[in-house]
């Protein structure tokens, strides 16, 4: 069934605003047994690899990036891929806006395209990428 | 000149084992809490079975938790200072490493219950010269079978080394 009210190609994305805290980037490394000390030893991360404080996961930035359209969307779009890369780094403490827009939305196949970002309050973009996802009718 | 010796060549062609991991409604429910993925379909079994689900049901990047504890959860002795495994690290005198690149396709969705099949391989290793000094990037790929013998995810990550 094709779903006609797909948003049109164009559409951005309301800013959905994240300020993971110490604990969300516990739970986050906790769930996955990542074992990474950047994102837990402050001493380590400065003294070691040189960073002003403890990093937000890239992949927690890639679940941010994805979630900006479930969010939106809701349980009518499943993700189908997605690709993004990290840019620069973002720190415990920033309050990342995460945004994009809709690049392609083709109701003949239930598809919608997007180009997906992650920045900081300063305009400086953490992670950019791109997303596809299918309308779960056609998916199930 | 480059970094990349040929003990770091020699360790790239290296295999990896496949792993096998029983997803539990556990670890479906701390990705959940850690990314706050809230929608019932993650924690309520009635809530996912009424939205089609044989059971509680993961979020889409779900698949990074299997290919971490797959290969992340080693005897402490396996484990570098900076708490990555050592089989994880190629033999080079940059060890500071970020998270670079991601691409993940997703297939079949993932309940618990299911037990999911991980292959991990690496595809590249190579260098570039940085702002701050060289690069090397290490490129794996990740792919996800479910016991049904049905793709959920394959992934492409690369790691940065400076």
Not at chain 1, 51 to 62: E, K, V, W
Not at chain 2, 22 to 30: E, F, K, L, N, S
Not at chain 2, 93 to 105: C, H, K, P, V, Y
């Amino acid at each position: 069934m094709n779903r006609p009210d797909l948003p049109a190609a164009g559409t951005e994305i309301p800013i959905v605003v994240r300020t993971p805290t110490a604990v969300d980037l516990f739970m986050f490394s906790a769930s996955a047994w990542l074992l990474h000390r950047i994102h837990y030893d402050l001493p380590f991360t400065t003294e070691h690899d040189g960073h002003p404080g403890l990093l937000i996961h890239g992949p927690l930035q890639g679940v941010y990036l994805t979630q900006s359209v479930e969010r939106w969307l809701g349980p009518i779009v499943r993700l189908r891929s997605v690709n993004y890369r990290h840019l620069a780094p973002a720190y415990l403490g920033d309050s990342l806006e995460c945004g994009g827009t809709v690049t392609a939305s083709t109701p003949a196949t239930s598809t919608i395209e997007f180009d997906l970002w992650v920045r900081k309050s300063d305009g400086t973009v953490t992670t950019s990428g791109k997303a596809v996802f299918g309308s779960t009718e056609r998916i199930q | 000149m480059g970094i990349i010796t040929d003990e770091a060549r020699s360790w790239a062609e290296k295999e990896f084992p496949r792993f096998d991991f029983t997803v539990t409604g556990r670890d479906i429910a701390q990705f959940a809490h850690a990314t706050e993925a809230t929608e019932s379909i993650h924690f309520d079994r009635a809530a996912a079975r009424a939205a089609g689900f044989a059971d509680v049901v993961a979020p889409a990047l779900f698949p990074y938790v299997i290919r971490m504890q797959a290969y992340n959860l080693v005897d402490r002795a396996h484990l570098e200072p900076d708490g990555s495994p050592s089989a994880d690290v190629p033999p080079l005198s940059t060890r500071r490493a970020m998270a670079g690149e991601t691409s993940i396709e997703i297939g079949d969705p993932i309940v618990a219950g299911d037990i999911i099949t991980v292959e991990k391989r690496l595809l590249d290793l190579y260098e570039k010269e940085g702002r701050s000094g060289p690069l090397v990037f290490v490129q794996m790929e990740f792919t996800f079978h479910n016991q049904h013998g049905r793709l959920v995810a394959r992934e492409q990550f690369t790691r940065i080394y400076r």
